[in-house]
């Protein structure tokens, strides 16, 4: 039976011989293609899986992406959360690439949301310095507008994209403010995975996580050689292979 999933550009792979879903959530200018390959490797051992796709992602506008909010992708996954819990499944993970962390992790906090357990790869939970990806950004922006022949159009508006991308990150700060007392709160299962060579995040922060994790029953996993945007990394093999352990220990 075809099951209409009510989320725009998401992907969801059912599996009928199940009664675990597995929740992925995209990290912030990514999309839920990024989360493609571990979510195959997952149904293929009998998952099912949702990836959704973050309002504004996955666009040939950068402002499609600076027109909303951290709060509305919190929503969005809680509403990706909720729509699976509604196909009766028995159990429910979370799991989070770097700003999709920061959701996934929100989620877990709130008492309400009967999650078994999940986790994070390469997210900035909590952090010694304010996230700062501003580099980053602004490059993946002149990308976005050169592949749209939109170039003149960001040099332009160059300082109004800086200006909104450091709004937002705010946002996403105060995000992370909000759940940072809740962390002690968690006492299910909790998989970490950070790569040593992050260029994006500061590789160190994690500890400071699995310290404020007092509760949880942390399964850490660190890859020295990997780099940020590990669900795509060709190295990326031993990294799925644990989120499989982890997952076949408690599922």
Same mark, same amino acid.
Not at 21 to 34: C, E, Q
């Given at each position: 039976m075809s099951i209409n999933v009510p989320f725009e550009k998401a992907i969801y792979?059912?599996?009928?011989?199940?009664?675990?879903?597995?929740?992925?959530?995209?990290?912030?200018?990514?999309?839920?293609?990024?989360?493609?390959?571990l979510g195959r490797r997952l149904h293929?051992?009998?998952?099912?899986?949702?990836?959704?796709?973050?309002?504004?992602?996955?666009t040939t506008d950068i402002f499609d992406i600076l027109n909303e909010s951290p709060l509305t992708w919190l929503d969005e996954a809680q509403a990706a959360y909720d729509w699976l819990t509604q196909q009766d499944f028995e159990k429910v993970f979370v799991f989070g690439l770097s700003m999709g962390g920061i959701m996934a992790t929100a989620l877990m906090t709130k008492s309400e949301n009967n999650i078994a357990g999940g986790g994070v790869f390469n997210s900035p939970v909590v952090t010694k310095?304010?996230?700062?990806?501003?580099?980053?950004?602004?490059?993946y922006a002149r990308h976005v507008a050169r592949a749209s022949q939109?170039?003149?159009?960001? &040099?332009?508006?160059?300082?109004?994209? %800086?200006? @909104?991308?450091?709004? $937002?990150?705010?946002?996403?700060?105060?995000?992370?403010?909000s759940i940072r007392p809740?962390? &002690?709160?968690?006492?299910?299962?909790? %998989?970490? @995975?950070?790569?040593? $060579?992050d260029e994006l995040i500061d590789e160190d922060d994690v500890f400071e996580l699995q310290d404020e994790l007092l509760n949880a029953q942390i399964d850490f996993h660190?890859?020295?050689?990997?780099?940020?945007?590990i669900t795509v990394n060709r190295d990326r093999v031993d990294f799925e292979n644990s989120v499989m352990n982890f997952l076949e220990k408690y599922a």
């Open positions: 792979l059912p599996n009928d011989h199940t009664n675990v879903a597995i929740l992925l959530l995209h990290a912030y200018t990514g999309s839920s293609k990024d989360m493609n390959l293929k051992a009998g998952y099912t899986v949702l990836c959704p796709n973050f309002k504004g992602h996955w310095e304010k996230i700062d990806v501003s580099e980053a950004f602004m490059t939109q170039l003149s159009q960001f &040099e332009t508006n160059k300082k109004k994209i %800086y200006d @909104a991308h450091w709004k $937002q990150m705010e946002n996403l700060e105060a995000v992370k403010e809740k962390l &002690e709160q968690i006492n299910i299962p909790f %998989y970490i @995975a950070q790569s040593g $060579q660190w890859f020295p050689k990997n780099t940020h945007v």
